[in-house]
């Protein structure tokens, strides 16, 4: 018997209904429901072979972004491999899943360009390749991908707002704003529960520095329902990134009361132990405090999250993040013996291995501890030398931006008044609309005595908001 999923692509399933269980898993998966897991494991229940629902769980297990499921699921892979499992199609799945669980993800890539080569509708291997990518900081990669395949998509094919949301997603990364505005809304118009579309359009919002329009675009999801819970309470923990997004239009106009509200009553309710909770809390608090905010004793169970993954190094970000947090919390043995950590990890890696974001990683992490050493001229320097080197440690350029938001401050601290002033100005050319990037120019000119400049930051700092 012949069976294909809702896109068409034929499968091994024994019959429509397995085919049927793993859809709806899926589905879940592409909308962020935290029901999506259950969906999956009901699906392997009935059907215990089933490769698709074998290969979605894999994946799903691999973005918990720990070391601790990588042995489990090279595992699952390479014993329905060599059981024979699958078609041709489903066993490429099970060798990328299997390439991703031994730390090569640039190789699981290439394993989903062939699917994709000859199933551009097979939107597990798209949607896998998007977020490893992103993962590595690959923007022209980000874009081919999607480019390649989506000539055979339309909206008659289930799953196209997601192809168009993930499109937009990559057109922010090298720059085209004002196109992956025009592609997420399209998305989030035909699907509004898929919130990578609703996280690309937030993207290319504040890229603009549309603060209006990204305030306004985040209102139409913050109403709870009437049973007080918003709408959002079922999906999973990305959700947190969705209102660090938010909680970026009133940081950049300087509204530093509801970035806190959002903090407390959005992200912090949201967070678990989930990877992307520390980046986003860890992000947004330094920012906070960069800005001269007070952020109390919010920082204190950060730092044991990012103390509890030292010997856990799977995404270079998150590592990167788990340092900052352990400088700015004062743990300097912890952060140390974080760095050490990663060195070691990074000693340990294959030949062949991408370990260009690492290599970042690291010096960041250096220059985390020597700041966090008081030794701010020894920080400038090794942050300094890799501050045109940050996209392999991945995430966004609107993530990555914290690093040199930091590195601004650290000069600063340093004493270097000149350096400090020429980074300060050179963001208000990339943030214009942005009340923290003024205030901090306003603050390196006045270092310098340039009364002019003071007074010019701050008149362009006040219209941003008027």
């Given at each position: 018997m012949s069976t294909s999923d809702c896109r068409g692509l034929a499968t091994s399933a024994a019959d429509q209904v397995e085919v049927d269980a793993f859809d709806t898993g899926f589905e879940h998966f592409l909308n962020y429901e935290m029901s999506a897991g259950n969906a999956i494991k009901a699906a392997l229940a009935q059907h215990p072979e089933s490769v698709s629902a074998t290969v979605l769980r894999g994946y799903m297990m691999m973005m918990l972004e720990t070391s601790a499921v990588h042995a489990k699921v090279a595992a699952t892979a390479g014993s329905a491999l060599e059981a024979g499992w699958?078609?041709?199609?489903?066993?490429?799945?099970?060798?990328?899943?299997?390439?991703?669980?031994?730390?090569?993800?640039?190789?699981?890539?290439?394993?989903?360009?062939?699917?994709?080569?000859?199933?551009?509708?097979?939107?597990?291997?798209?949607?896998?390749?998007?977020?490893?990518?992103?993962?590595?900081?690959?923007?022209?990669?980000?874009?081919?991908?999607?480019?390649?395949?989506?000539?055979?998509?339309?909206?008659?094919?289930?799953?196209?707002?997601?192809?168009?949301?993930?499109?937009?997603?990559?057109?922010?990364?090298?720059?085209?704003?004002?196109?992956?505005?025009?592609?997420?809304?399209?998305?989030?118009?035909?699907?509004?529960?898929?919130?990578?579309?609703?996280?690309?359009?937030?993207?290319?919002?504040?890229?603009?520095?549309?603060?209006?329009a990204g305030d306004t675009f985040f209102d139409g999801f913050m109403t709870d329902d009437p049973s007080g819970e918003h709408r959002w309470q079922a999906k999973n923990p990305f959700v947190g990134h969705i209102w660090w997004h938010a909680a970026l239009f009133p940081w950049n106009q300087g509204d530093y009361e509801r970035v806190l509200r959002l903090y407390d009553e959005r992200l912090r309710p949201a967070s678990t132990e989930f990877f992307l909770d520390l980046q986003n809390l860890s992000s947004l608090l330094t920012r906070l405090e960069l800005s001269g905010v007070d952020v109390g004793d919010r920082w204190d169970e950060l730092g044991d999250n990012a103390a509890s993954r030292i010997g856990d190094h799977v995404l270079t970000f998150t590592d990167v993040h788990c340092a900052l947090t352990l400088s700015r919390t004062a743990r300097n043995d912890e952060l140390a013996a974080f760095t050490r950590s990663l060195e070691q990890h990074r000693a340990n890696r294959p030949d062949g291995f991408d370990t260009v974001g690492m290599d970042v990683a690291i010096e960041l992490c250096r220059g985390f501890e020597r700041r966090a050493a008081d030794d701010d001229r020894g920080a400038v320097e090794t942050m300094l030398a890799v501050r045109g080197d940050l996209a392999p440690i991945g995430g966004s350029i609107a993530q990555r931006d914290l690093f040199d938001l930091v590195l601004t401050d650290t000069v600063a601290a340093a004493g270097d008044h000149r350096l400090a002033a020429n980074l300060a100005r050179a963001r208000t050319r990339r943030w214009p609309n942005s009340v923290p990037t003024w205030r901090h120019y306003a603050e390196a000119a006045a270092a310098l005595g340039d009364d002019g400049e003071v007074d010019r930051a701050n008149r362009r700092a006040e219209e941003v908001v008027a």
């Open positions: 699958g078609n041709e199609r489903e066993r490429l799945h099970l060798t990328a899943l299997g390439q991703w669980a031994a730390g090569d993800v640039r190789a699981a890539a290439m394993t989903w360009d062939r699917i994709l080569a000859d199933h551009p509708l097979d939107l597990l291997a798209l949607k896998m390749h998007h977020y490893t990518t992103f993962w590595t900081g690959r923007a022209n990669v980000l874009v081919s991908a999607v480019d390649g395949v989506i000539d055979a998509w339309d909206e008659s094919v289930p799953g196209y707002d997601h192809v168009l949301g993930m499109r937009a997603f990559a057109l922010n990364e090298i720059g085209r704003y004002e196109q992956a505005e025009e592609l997420g809304r399209r998305a989030v118009a035909l699907n509004d529960e898929d919130l990578w579309s609703i996280h690309a359009v937030a993207h290319a919002l504040e890229m603009q520095g549309a603060l209006s």
